[in-house]
């Protein structure tokens, strides 16, 4: 069997990267999206119509980079907390014209060498949800996010999935219900979610 790429994908605060760490490293190898090294990313906080194009660039570059680099040198299957689904609906709500199809056009380049994800898993959080948890981990570079803007990136990535699910499998969750940060059960019937697809994928 080729390598099995996973993308988590949802919102801000919506769990990505507590889903990500509830699995055995031995099984699965976990990219965490490392979003300091993105030069732009405390510009585009401040000022996210400003700063989009940049700083969406970059992560996507950055993202394309974390995987070639870990498709290259590790055995294992990979599950990121990050997704190139995420990354278009940021672009769709900030971009339009020559810098979105400029954006759109590296993304299809990076899509043509990168393996189609095997599975997407949705994280399906509302806006008031991820408002709070934004406010209770308390980022002073997050500290001018909005509902509106929540629900904004919101409603662009459940349309982007909408797309797309006729072509990549979608496992939704719903994380505003299902603490998996907390609850023992919850955390193992996720891993469970995901041990069954790759079980199917023998």
Known sequence: ????????????????????????QKKLTLLYEDFKKSPFWEAFY?????HIFETEISF??????????????NKNNLICDFSFLLDLAYAKIGMTG???????????EIKRELLTPEVIVYLDCDSQTELNRIK????????????DFLNFLNQALALEVEKIKSQVPIITVNSSEKDFAND???????????????????
């Open 60 to 73: 996507i570059l950055l993202h394309y980079h974390q995987i070639k680099l870990a498709l290259e040198s």
């Open 136 to 147: 209770r981990r308390g980022r002073t570079e997050e500290s001018s996010i909005n509902l």
């Open 46 to 50: 401040c000022n996210p119509g400003k």
């Open 98 to 108: 020559s810098k979105l199809n400029a954006f759109e056009c590296v993304l299809e």
């Open 1 to 24: 069997m080729s390598k099995v790429i996973i993308e988590i994908c949802g919102g801000i605060a919506s769990g990505k990267t507590t889903f990500v760490s509830l699995f055995n």
């Open 184 to 202: 023992e059960h919850i955390k193992k019937e996720m891993a469970k979610l995901i041990d069954d697809f790759l079980k199917m994928q023998k």
